[in-house]
Nanobody, 125 residues
Framework: QVQLVESGGGLVQPGGSLRLSCAAS????????MGWYRQAPGKQRELVAT???????NYTDSVKGRFTISRDNAKNTAYLQMNSLKPEDTAVYYC???????????????????WGQGTHVTVSS
């Protein structure tokens, strides 16, 4: 199974910015739609943003105008640029891909609904 690895989280002051990255752990053949989700302690995981392979994007209302999702298909990487961060943005952020196709041992495989391990984002003074 191909792993997704998030990076770029950390501590930032309110109003600051962070850029999260999500990359596949190995060479892949193709990747479908990707998304960013987040989960605060004691709360359910929620959708933050999604992006299709052609580049169509969608955002939850709470981050519109502040966050931007993008992808680099050549690098099999997705990004989440987070600006004007608020304390309520504090959460573990997870990367998701609906389909990842790759060769393993000469066999063509496809993983569905893949998740990364998450990266922590803390917004505090």
């Amino acid at each position: 199974q191909v792993q997704l690895v998030e990076s770029g989280g950390g501590l930032v002051q309110p109003g600051g910015s962070l850029r999260l990255s999500c990359a596949a752990s190995r060479t892949i053949f193709s990747i479908g739609a990707m998304g960013w989700y987040r989960q605060a302690p004691g709360k359910q995981r929620e959708l933050v943003a999604t992006i299709t392979s052609p580049g169509h994007t969608n955002y939850t209302d709470s981050v519109k105008g502040r966050f931007t999702i993008s992808r680099d298909n050549a690098k099999n990487t997705a990004y989440l640029q987070m600006n004007s961060l608020k304390p309520e943005d504090t959460a573990v952020y997870y990367c998701n891909a609906d389909r990842i196709s790759y060769y393993y041992g000469g066999v063509f495989k496809t993983d569905f609904d893949s998740w990364g391990q998450g990266t922590h984002v803390t917004v505090s003074s």
